[in-house]
């Protein structure tokens, strides 16, 4: 099966900008998840989407929002950027309940 | 929320030694902790798992253990390569309403494994 992709895999956008990040899942795998990667803050939850709801929801502010869709591709969107957005976007695929794989990363840089 | 706290942050072994990674985690509910490893600009990329109803797990040169009472898990690289240099990651897992699941990082390892 092929893995879980993520597009684009790089991206350079302006503080006040908003961004559109993408990702695939595993084929049959219908729960995704974000999670921001910084070198401070590490590893953290974005938000979880299954079946096209949103079933868990980390402590990101409203700008970091996400959506799913019927074929269980996922979107995430950061508005109003700031300079502290830039890190990894890294999202994960897993069936209902399960081992998570993660996709390659999206590397957002704010200017 | 769950907490998870990783030691060492650091790790220098001989090639041939073992390499262990200790982690704690605060909510007794997790019931589910997994290890990734991520080489640098790659994918975290799952390495082994471990439920609460099992105290140990091995599969080839890495093994994890778990402590439930003292919420407490471990993970153990035995016989290091040069390739397992990397940055390690254990996590733990709080189920949550239908069936949701959220993973809790701890900050990283990074693994050096010396030739």
């Known amino acids: 099966k092929a893995g879980v992709t993520q597009t684009p895999r790089y991206l350079i956008k302006t503080r006040g900008q908003q961004v559109t990040l993408s990702c695939s899942p595993i084929s049959g795998h219908r729960s995704v998840s974000w999670y921001q990667q910084t070198p401070g803050q590490g590893l953290q939850f974005l938000f979880e989407y299954f079946s096209e709801t949103q079933r868990n929801k980390g402590n990101f502010p409203g700008r970091f929002s996400g959506r799913q869709f019927s074929n269980s591709r996922s979107e995430m969107n950061v508005s109003t950027l700031e300079l502290g957005d830039s890190a990894l976007y890294l999202c994960a695929s897993s069936l209902e309940v399960g081992e998570q794989y993660f996709g390659p990363g999206t590397r957002l840089t704010v200017t | 929320g769950e907490n998870v706290e990783q030691h060492p942050s650091t790790l220098s072994v001989q090639e041939g030694d073992s390499a262990v990674i200790k982690c704690t985690y605060s909510d007794s509910a997790s019931n589910y902790f997994p290890w990734y490893k991520q080489e640098l600009g790659k994918r975290p990329q799952l390495i082994i798992d471990?439920?609460?109803?099992?105290g140990e797990k091995k599969d080839q040169r890495i093994a994890v253990t778990l402590n439930k009472t003292a919420k407490h898990f471990s993970l153990h690289i035995t016989e290091t390569q040069p390739e397992d240099s990397a940055v390690y990651f254990c996590a733990a897992s709080i189920p949550k309403s239908g069936s949701a699941r959220q993973l809790t990082f701890g900050s990283g390892t990074q693994l050096t494994v010396l030739p």
């Open positions: 471990i439920r609460s109803n099992v």
